[in-house]
């Protein structure tokens, strides 16, 4: 069984920073894709930023400059730095991870979310 546990979120001021992290844990051959993804109330779940296995990394328009993506392979850990937040930035964040399992199948992963809220 894996598991993606999420942590970080809270509340914030406009301008601020929030970190989060994202940790995939279980019987796991080998962690590819990971990213992160929001979902503000009323609204569709969106891309934010992804990073591959080798550290190439793509980010949405809307936090490009702002929010960074980073990965620690060993820890099979995720990793968003969010800079100058604004309150169109508040939405719950999704960990998403694609893990090879040891029996060598694929699949996708999503996190429980985390909620930032970034006040004006």
């Known amino acids: 069984q894996v598991q993606l546990v999420e942590s970080g979120g809270g509340l914030v001021q406009a301008g601020g920073s929030l970190r989060l992290s994202c940790a995939a844990s279980g019987i796991i051959f080998s962690v590819n894709d990971m990213g992160w993804y929001r979902q503000a109330p009323g609204k569709q779940r969106e891309l934010v930023a992804t990073?591959?296995?080798?550290?190439?990394?793509n980010y949405a328009d809307s936090v490009k400059g702002r929010f960074t993506i980073s990965r620690d392979n060993a820890k099979n850990t995720v990793y968003l730095q969010m800079n100058s937040l604004k309150p169109e930035d508040t939405a719950v964040y999704y960990c998403?991870?694609?893990?090879?399992?040891?029996?060598?199948?694929?699949?996708?992963?999503w996190g429980q979310g985390t909620q930032v809220t970034v006040s004006s």
């Open positions: 998403n991870a694609h893990i090879t399992l040891v029996v060598l199948t694929t699949q996708g992963y």
């Open positions: 990073v591959t296995s080798g550290g190439s990394t």
